[in-house]
């Protein structure tokens, strides 16, 4: 079992910068790749950025990349997601996930733990 607690939402000019953090409880932290999802208002859930068990190997959506920078640290149980040049449609609840797959994945269904997601607005 896996508990996930994000934090470092908030309110932010577009071209702006934000820095998520995710905290995870348990001692298995590093036997599971991490993702941050968003999710707009009337939209799906949609991936955002994902990072190996090890933190060698990561992927990203497309429309942050170049924008948005992901990290872990396993010896602190967290994983980061560093925000730049955000926009106004990068407004959305983000959610912080982890898989037991072995490898990072974009697929929304292969995360099996979820946190309770934060806010962040970004205003023109």
């Known amino acids: 079992q896996v508990q996930l607690v994000e934090s470092g939402g908030g309110l932010v000019q577009a071209g702006g910068s934000l820095r998520l953090s995710c905290a995870a409880s348990?001692?298995?932290?590093?036997?599971?790749?991490m993702g941050w999802f968003r999710q707009a208002p009337g939209k799906q859930r949609e991936f955002v950025a994902c990072?190996?068990?090890?933190?060698?190997?990561?992927d990203y959506a497309d429309s942050v990349k170049g924008r948005f920078t992901i990290s872990r640290d396993n010896a602190k149980n967290t994983v980061a997601l560093q925000m730049n040049s955000l926009k106004p449609e990068d407004t959305a609840v983000y959610y912080c996930?982890?898989?037991?797959?072995?490898?990072?994945?974009?697929?929304?269904?292969?995360?099996?733990?979820w946190g309770q997601g934060t806010q962040v607005t970004v205003s023109s």
């Open positions: 996930s982890a898989s037991r797959s072995a490898w990072p994945t974009v697929v929304i269904n292969n995360y099996n733990y």
């Open positions: 348990g001692r298995t932290f590093n036997n599971y790749a």
């Open positions: 990072i190996s068990r090890s933190g060698t190997s990561t």
